[in-house]
């Protein structure tokens, strides 16, 4: 790591960058969506190498549409950004075809700011959105010159960070990451650099491995270099426990994720980046509450971002104003998991969205609960019904689903289609799982019903210059999620969810149906790399190294070179994805602590079996999940008041 | 409000719907208002004359914007300018009478542009890499006699393949007006030109270049810099310039 403050160091590598620039400028010109290399959008942040302390390479593992997409980056890069004495800048995947012309020319990966060579940067941060990024952590690595092991990197590497979405279970990275992030990133990120600057000052004192043990102690990090794995005969977990060397750092024995408390007390972005070209998600996003209790079995998200912490209505409305002011987008997007349970969601819809509609800008809820309320909440707000309305029912039965706990109920479904013909849509998309615990053929033909039936309700407002309805039914293949109550579950062979989307197939053939499906293959790697301990690290490298990566690009993905991979290392994918757990069982990533506790994931469970649904603790009982029983100042916090009653009608 | 846009270096590879989206932001951030389109799906009243290749910068973009509130073409620029992302610049403006629509009834620019002038820098390849250059290489052109030999042919066809990958043939030799070398030096010169630009027909200039390349059993050319001086009508003797000079000047 360099010497911030090092002229001559900084002047020497002022070649580098000039010539990368150069370089990159003759590729862009036969290379596909060359804007997204420039890394001079407006917003971007630029600063002199020379005047901060710390330089921080923030990498996501997809290309540049698909991150800049992610509100987590805009967050911890605009966090570090306000300091004085650090600096972050971007790094993405390049496109295959520019990887191809970078490596020919041997160019290494720069960040898109500067243009400086990644592996001068002082740390390098990846966001890890999915798992089947993996390959692309070690490319990206590869690329920028970097040894892939963190035994391998010594003290003229970056220190390699990771956090996000999957921090919790990213065991098949350990030998890849200096030290993972878990939870809410805005707080930790800060203490991580201030850990960084002071080690610094000090004149870098014991080196990477005296850094790395400071950051030990921070609430939210781990080491995963700290913790040893051992396995039976059979190749299960025997034991997961602190080593020798973690004990000297005074690592805890179960590193537990960070919950930021108020969301009323953190920065939130409000100059985000804005792209020169078509990303996933061209438009303003404000988070407007974090977590969610509702408690669906499947979610991960719901289990690990716990417990619900809403902003305030008038911060909502402060970010909506400056964000227009800055960035010129034409969509304002309110954020969370499920958006409509928001208590102050009235009030700020119906202000906002006149006050925005003046400017021409449109207020969308992305996640709608499906029910009557909530698509005439989406209704105040779309001036325009310009795209289709998504709802989530997940299941085809009542029984499905309350086995998976999504409480939505066949008036609620009704309810929330009539409401949204009668409002003016004409085109719906309705996403399931298959392969869902207990999942039976009637449930399939459930969901084929619940398609007809949304065919069917929108004949009432046929006619008076309406469209004819499209129902798009789009289903994905589930994957049983760590730290959910499903974790013990297997998900199902890949030959049976063919059969099951065949049969589905059949039955919503219909003129006004459109079906989509995902491949079954993508997601049995995802299972296996989901569920997956420490040993998968080598799968991933060999699977990277026999040409795989954009794994979740269905035209990318190499199912062949994969099961080759896991051949090759001795090991079975069909053993992780499909190998169900005992409630005694370790877990590979049961040492992460996210504050819930065991007994409320098996009570869950239990109930699933029994296809008994419980409701939200924001306005039913406890369930005892344990967030809020050990930190202190970790509950609900609702804005307005403490308590949310059941929304009634819309504004 | 009429419209001279510049796209320097760093926003060379953005496309054109690109631009489009950058200067509509861009107007939205600096408040000023833009009339909107009536229907279903709003878009802002704003027409290009000619949409730009990516990689070619640009001194003589031509757009009408309609705007809802007046302001002065003054303002208008130093609003527009303050929001704009680096590469991009309004070099002039002028107010144009909304009465009769957007081009005071008159033919759009759209319609209106027939031609446009291009500063080319051409190269014969001699470098490798990114590692700087190494002497020899193939022997540099005699630039001249290569652009007199284009004109004197009647028809050089080219292939053009589009986004869905079908193929097209182009006669290159009738959309191009004039071409010159202003400046030969070795193996790099630079050429000036002007080309077929519109709706109906038009050239880029990567493609003329691939028409150089295909002269004389094939000779070693790249197109190293493309840069657009304005854009042109048709008239009665030949191209003239699509905005009067008040505009170009100022």
């Known amino acids: ?651 | 409000m009429r419209v001279r846009l510049g796209k320097g270096p760093e926003a060379r590879y953005i496309s054109h719907l690109d631009l489009k989206r950058t200067l509509e932001r861009a107007l939205r951030r600096a408040g000023l208002q833009v009339a909107f389109s009536a229907g279903y799906n709003p878009n802002m009243r704003i027409s290009f004359a000619s949409a730009l290749a990516v990689g070619v910068t640009s001194e003589g973009e031509l757009l009408d914007i309609l705007l809802s509130e007046p302001v002065t073409p003054g303002e208008f620029v130093a609003r527009l300018n303050a929001q704009l992302p680096p590469g991009l610049a309004v070099l002039a403006a002028r107010g144009m009478d909304a009465a009769g629509g957007m081009n005071g009834g008159g033919p759009s620019l759209a319609e209106a542009v027939e031609w446009a002038g291009y500063r080319l820098d051409v190269g014969s390849p001699s470098r490798a890499g990114w590692a700087p250059s190494r002497a020899g290489g193939s022997p540099p052109p005699d630039w001249r006699g290569l652009v007199d030999e284009f004109l004197q042919r009647d028809s050089i066809v080219v292939e053009r393949v589009s986004h869905e990958g079908e193929v097209r043939r182009v006669d290159v030799r009738p959309l191009v007006h004039r071409v010159a070398v202003e400046v030969a030096a070795g193996p790099e010169a630079r050429l000036h030109a002007v080309f077929r630009a519109g709706s109906r027909r038009n050239l880029r200039p990567d493609e003329f270049v691939t028409a150089l390349g295909m002269l004389r059993g094939g000779v070693s050319v790249e197109l190293r810099a493309a840069h657009r001086l304005e854009l042109m009508a048709g008239g009665e003797t030949g191209p003239v310039p699509l905005e009067d000079t008040a505009v170009r000047k100022e």
Request: hydrophobic share 40%.
């Open chain 1, 1 to 651: 790591m360099r010497e911030a403050t090092d002229r001559e160091a900084i002047d020497s590598h002022t070649i580098d960058r000039e010539a990368i620039r150069e370089a990159v400028d003759r590729l862009l010109g036969r290379v596909s969506k060359p804007a997204r290399y420039l890394g001079n959008e407006w917003n971007s942040v630029h600063k002199d190498h020379g005047s901060v302390r710390i330089r921080f390479a923030l990498a996501f593992p997809d290309v540049y549409e698909v991150g800049m997409s992610n509100l987590g980056c805009a967050i911890i890069y605009d966090g570090i950004n306000r300091r004085e004495d650090a600096l972050a800048e971007r790094v993405y995947a390049p496109w295959v075809d520019m990887e191809a012309a970078m490596r020919e020319q041997g160019i290494p990966l720069f960040a898109l700011e500067s243009h400086r060579p990644v592996r001068e940067f002082d740390i390098l941060g990846f966001s890890l959105p999915y798992e089947t990024c993996y390959t692309n952590i070690l490319n990206m690595l590869d690329l920028a010159g970097i040894p892939l092991r963190q035994a391998e990197r010594g003290d003229g590497d970056p220190l390699v960070i990771a956090g996000g979405a999957t921090a919790c279970n990213a065991e098949p990275l350990a030998e890849f990451v200096d030290l993972f992030v878990l939870g809410d990133g805005e707080e930790v990120i800060q203490e991580i650099l201030d850990a960084y600057r002071a080690w610094a000052d000090e004149g870098r004192p014991g080196g990477r491995a005296a850094l790395i043990a400071r950051m030990a102690a921070i609430p939210g990090v781990y080491v995963p270099s700290y913790y040893d794995v051992s396995y039976d005969a059979e190749g299960w977990i025997e034991r997961i426990g602190l080593n020798e060397r973690g004990r000297r750092a005074g690592a805890a024995a179960r590193p537990a994720r960070r919950v930021v408390l108020d969301l009323d007390r953190v920065q939130a972005p409000t100059r985000p980046i804005v792209p020169w070209s078509e990303v996933v998600f061209d438009r303003m996003m404000v988070e407007v509450f974090r977590g969610c209790t509702r408690g669906c079995r499947f979610c991960h998200a719901g289990m690990v971002y716990r417990p619900v912490r809403e902003r305030s209505p008038e911060k909502v409305k402060e970010l909506a104003r400056e964000l227009v002011r800055n960035t010129g987008h034409q969509e304002l997007s309110l954020v969370s998991l499920a958006t409509n349970d928001y208590g102050g969601v009235r009030d700020v819809l119906c202000s906002l969205a006149e006050d925005l509609a003046a400017e021409g800008v449109n207020v969308s809820l992305p996640s709608l609960r499906v029910d009557a309320y909530s698509v005439g909440l989406a209704d105040q707000v779309a001036r325009v019904r310009k795209s289709g309305l998504t709802l989530a029912p997940e299941a085809g039965t009542q029984r499905l689903r309350d086995v998976i706990n999504k409480g939505v109920s066949e008036n609620d479904y009704v309810g929330a289609l009539t409401a949204a013909y009668r409002a003016g849509w004409d085109r719906v998309k309705l996403y399931f799982m298959i392969g869902l615990p207990t999942e039976r053929d009637e449930d399939l033909e459930g969901i084929a019903r619940m398609a007809h039936q949304a065919v069917d309700l929108h004949r009432p407002f046929r006619g008076k210059g309406r469209k004819p309805v499209t129902v798009t039914v789009s289903v994905s293949s589930f994957v049983p999620k760590p730290h959910t109550p499903f974790q013990w579950e297997p998900q199902v062979e890949s030959g049976e969810l063919r059969r099951r989307q065949r049969l589905l197939g059949a039955l919503l053939r219909h003129r006004n149906i459109r079906f989509h499906r995902n491949e079954p293959e993508v997601s049995f790697i995802e299972a296996a790399l989901s569920r997956g301990d420490r040993r998968l690290g080598r799968v991933v490298e060999r699977a990277w190294r026999r040409g795989c990566r954009f794994d979740a690009w269905g035209e990318q993905f190499k199912h062949g070179e994969w099961l080759a991979a896991f051949a090759e290392e001795g090991l079975d994918p069909r053993w992780y994805a499909h190998r169900c757990f005992d409630y005694e069982d370790v877990l590979p990533w049961e040492h992460i602590d996210t504050g819930i506790r065991k007994g409320f994931l098996v009570a869950e469970h239990r109930a699933a079996l029994e296809a008994a649904a419980h409701d939200d603790c924001r306005w039913d009982r406890c369930k005892l999940c344990g967030i809020c029983l050990d930190r202190p100042g970790v509950r609900p916090r609702l804005k307005p008041g403490d308590r949310v009653k059941r929304p009634k009608g819309p504004c």
